[in-house]
């Protein structure tokens, strides 16, 4: 039951810290649709967090919250790929990061509507029509910045330099991700792998932008270990929780 | 989807005056937000489930069920929310349609199975104001998250359509 419970928290944690992350973005859109559409996005994502955190909490027993889980915890116990909580940049750096999260979330809820874990299952099955979304808007704004002007065009081969070595972290397996997978609750990342890869190609091709040559990938998401912009953005969303612990409203 | 309505019709009679609270032309009902109305003994337990993962509007809505039934005489009420089946737009009723139409919103055009499509080219969506088909997709993600923002080129209005879900 406790792997299970640190599995559904992990799980919460990416679209908790995108989530967070991109409501940076609240009132500062570059023209309003593309404020309310990253706002939606948004809401979706911390949706999905808080239907993972509410099994997570149940899942734990002894009184926890899914607010608790959200708010309380030191940065350690965070599992988010490191992608996800890196700072937003300009809005195509937003959108790139967004793009190479969404690949593989469409990829991994579709797999993972097949768990034999019923509540995930139900769970991955409702977000998925979201995040079906999610990527089409993604994808479409990736291949007109990166074939669009000269500045856009080179912001966006800037952007996809500085992302790229994130973009190994959805595939690294370790224990957990192994035992679950064997109890049949998680999906096999290898077997995604090549879909996603195959769609970031795709897309990336037509967007003219070159994936770069390095194959030097980041680690630590899995293990708590995170880049230096976490601390920041739970300094923020932690914030009422911690001046005032136990607060509700 | 049909709801069974047979079954304590009294309850869903009540529950059809809960409007939504975004689009508040539309009843609970039409939305297809109910899923079940049940009795265990004098516990009433009526089962919802969200449209959008993160809307916003449950709790409001779960709230106006309890004040509407309790209102009615039911005392004790629980409410349940599943996510399973995952409401899709096909269960909107065809009232629910219409009324959406009058209020200015472009009601959801196909079937939602050809949803995972990903590039597919949308459908011309039937402008609400003067019925053209001459319309073009402005955003994708509208003023809440079950809507897309359109523009009429024929009437040159702006109009919500209530994506297919």
């Given at each position: 039951m406790e792997q299970k419970f640190q599995y559904v928290q992990r799980l919460a944690d990416a679209p908790l810290i995108l989530g967070q992350r991109l409501c940076e973005w609240c009132g500062h859109g570059p023209i309003l649709e593309q404020d309310i559409a990253l706002s939606n996005i948004a809401l979706d994502l911390l949706g999905l967090a808080r239907n993972l955190l509410q099994y997570a909490a149940e899942l734990k027993g002894e009184g926890i919250s899914e607010d608790d889980l959200a708010f309380s915890r030191p940065e350690k116990e965070y599992q988010n790929f490191l992608l996800c909580e890196l700072e937003n940049g300009h809005w195509g750096k937003t959108i790139l990061r967004q793009f190479f999260f969404d690949?593989?979330?469409?990829?991994?809820?579709?797999?993972?509507?097949?768990?034999?874990?019923?509540?995930l299952k139900a769970i991955a099955e409702k977000s998925l029509k979201e995040v079906t979304y999610h990527l089409r808007f993604s994808s479409e704004w990736v291949i007109r910045l990166g074939d669009g002007t000269e500045e856009s065009h080179a912001k966006m081969q800037e952007a996809l330099n500085e992302i790229w070595p994130f973009t190994g972290e959805f595939f690294q397996v370790d224990e957990l991700d192994l035992l679950m997978e064997k109890q049949g609750v998680a999906p096999n990342l290898n077997s995604i792998q090549k879909s996603v890869q195959q769609r970031v190609a795709e897309i990336l091709t037509q967007a003219t932008l070159e994936i770069p040559e390095g194959t030097w990938m980041q680690k630590g998401g899995k293990s708590g270990v995170h880049t230096e912009a976490m601390g920041f953005l739970l300094a923020e969303m932690q914030f009422m929780q911690r001046a005032y612990p136990n607060m509700q409203w | 989807?049909?709801?069974?309505?047979?079954?304590?019709?009294?309850?869903?009679?009540?529950?059809?005056?809960?409007?939504?609270?975004?689009?508040?032309?539309?009843?609970?009902?039409?939305?297809?937000?109910?899923?079940?109305?049940?009795?265990?003994?004098?516990?009433l337990e009526i089962t919802i489930t969200p449209t959008y993962t993160g809307c916003p509007a449950m709790n409001v809505i779960a709230t106006q069920i309890r004040m509407e039934l309790m209102a009615a005489g039911y005392?004790?009420?629980?409410?349940?929310e599943v996510l399973s089946p995952a409401w899709t737009t096909a269960w909107m009723s065809e009232a629910g349609k219409q009324k959406l139409k009058a209020y200015g919103i472009a009601p959801p055009q196909e079937d939602s199975s050809d949803k995972t499509a990903l590039f597919s080219t949308p459908k011309s969506i039937i402008c609400p104001q003067c019925d053209s088909t001459d319309t073009e997709m402005v955003s994708q993600f509208g003023s809440t998250a079950c809507k897309s923002l359109y523009k009429c080129k024929s009437c040159q209005e702006p109009f919500d359509y209530f994506k297919c879900h």
């Open positions: 690949s593989f979330h469409y990829f991994f809820l579709n797999e993972l509507k097949n768990s034999k874990d019923d509540r | 989807m049909v709801i069974e309505l047979k079954q304590h019709p009294e309850v869903w009679s009540v529950l059809e005056k809960v409007a939504d609270p975004e689009v508040p032309v539309l009843s609970i009902l039409d939305l297809g937000i109910v899923r079940d109305v049940n009795f265990e003994d004098d516990q005392p004790k009420i629980s409410i349940k």
